[in-house]
């Protein structure tokens, strides 16, 4: 990867790229770091109250602590992310989007739009959740008496907070769109990696912090820590090999003579990828699960301590066995949902016999779309479980290793932050990057040769 980028830098007009890349990431964390008027969180930030909940942590980690201190960015990049996913469903299930898939290069950029106009939808939806958040939780600047505003003052305040929330939305949308444009492409993608990345020295400072206790006194957790580290080195290798590993279909076409020439008999392959979902089903997942903690969020203050939901509302503690159940089958039940969208084997069967293609032992038509299912459904199932292994582990680990911890000192707890799904975010965007820089040196080269 490193010789990748030393190279790139080498091209004139690769290095124009990746230097205005490094400027929209400049302005993006300038911005992460940049408060909205009459906002007054604090230094500790949203997540240290203990009335956060998962999906306020999910954020945090998302956005790079921009979620968590109440900036420009609060939002960050997740309304778009939501709203992309919104029409990768509604284009199959409204018969207008799938025909402006089908017309190209036009009709995606028609999607493109109405997908701008669904974010800053989105945005400005989520800028007033989070709006009312703050200030239920105390977190807005108050008057003399010490209370939140009322009357023209309150409504003033709400517009500036929720416009700079949605506005910083739109602009971090068109920062991803001028990556694409201009700089080495993959835009909203580099911004999403760019906040979990600024949140890793936060999360190494928090690891090797200072604890008290008779074994770690005065000093950081010295035994788990390398293993954490050589853990995390390991499991980034097994999602490189996972991200990589793919089923081949083999597929034989038929020779064709077209005037003199003969065209075909060759042997190829279909290439399905193991993890074909890529990170997806977790987000989707870890969506869903945080709904209740949200909603507890709001409603705990009104909850008695006997109160049925207060059991209800511990079962989506990350912490609890439960959690972690139905976090898998949901993991399970996305990935098929998500392959669902992506491969229709009967689509497929029929580009295959259309272009004089079969499968080796397999008749065209009906049994070949029963086979590519078939392989479709297992590969899903093997895709999911491996990815539902690095979802699940940072839970498990932390789970074990607070109960050693807590034999040698009452109280000690590790928690790893940074989760399954950031990892393999990080690990999907170099690699995805480091993709396009070769592609894009490998046309420059050819262009020499050419010359």
């Known amino acids: ?20 890349t490094a400027l929209i990431v400049f302005i993006f964390r300038l911005g992460s770091a940049i408060p909205v008027p009459f906002t007054d969180i604090g230094e500790s930030g949203i997540i240290a109250d203990p009335n956060a909940g998962n999906f306020m942590n999910y954020l945090s980690l998302m956005t790079g602590d921009a979620f968590n201190y109440g900036t420009i960015f609060a939002m960050s990049i997740t309304p778009y992310i939501n709203s992309s996913i919104i029409m ?7 018969p207008a989007l799938e025909r402006l898939q089908n017309e190209g290069e036009e009709g995606r950029k028609k999607i493109a739009s109405i997908t701008r106009f669904v974010t800053i939808a989105l945005g400005l939806l989520q800028s007033t959740a989070y709006f009312f958040y703050l200030r239920s939780q105390g977190y807005l600047v108050k008057s003399a008496a010490g209370a939140n505003y009322t009357g023209f003052f309150a409504v003033f ?3 500036v907070i929720i416009a700079c929330f949605t506005a910083g939305t739109a602009l971090i949308m068109w920062l991803g769109e001028q990556i694409n444009d201009k700089g080495i492409g993959n835009g909203i993608s580099i911004i999403l990696f760019a906040g979990i990345v600024s949140r890793i020295p936060t999360l190494v400072a928090t690891l090797f912090g200072p604890r008290v206790g008779y074994f770690f006194k005065g000093g950081p957790y010295y035994v788990l820590s390398p293993v954490v580290a050589v853990l995390l080195i390991l499991m980034i290798a097994y999602i490189v090999w996972m991200d990589n590993a793919e089923r081949r279909v083999p597929v034989q076409y038929a020779k064709r003579v077209v005037g003199r020439k003969m065209y075909g008999g060759q042997s190829t392959h279909i290439p399905i990828k193991v993890n074909m979902s890529g ?13 209740p903690p949200t909603v507890e969020m709001f409603v705990s203050s009104k909850l008695s301590e006997d109160s049925p939901w207060n ?5 989506f503690k ?31 069967s029929k580009n295959i016999r259309d272009n004089g293609g079969s499968i080796p032992g397999i ?18 199932l093997i895709g999911a479980l491996l990815l539902s292994v690095v979802a699940l582990f940072p839970i498990v680990f932390s789970q074990v290793s607070t109960f050693f911890l807590g034999k040698w000192q009452e109280g000690a707890t590790m928690n790893i932050s940074l989760g399954g799904t950031s990892i393999i975010i990080l690990v999907g965007v170099a690699l995805e990057t480091v993709k396009q820089l070769e592609s894009q040196m490998m046309m420059r080269h050819y262009k020499g040769f050419l010359d």
């Open 1 to 20: 990867m490193l010789q990748t980028i030393v190279n790139a830098w080498k091209i004139p007009d690769l290095r124009k790229k990746l230097l205005f």
């Open 88 to 94: 990768q469903l509604l284009a199959v299930a409204i």
């Open 157 to 159: 305040q709400a517009i």
């Open 279 to 291: 990170v997806m089903p977790i987000i989707f997942a870890s969506s869903i699960l945080s709904l």
């Open 311 to 315: 059991t209800f509302f511990s079962i």
């Open 318 to 348: 990350s912490t609890h066995w439960v959690y972690g159940i139905i976090y898998f089958v949901l993991i399970i039940a996305f990935a098929y949902f998500y392959a669902s969208i992506q491969y229709n084997p009967i689509e497929m």
């Open 363 to 380: 008749r065209p038509g009906e049994p070949t779309s029963r086979y590519i299912g078939k392989i479709i459904s297992r590969i899903t």
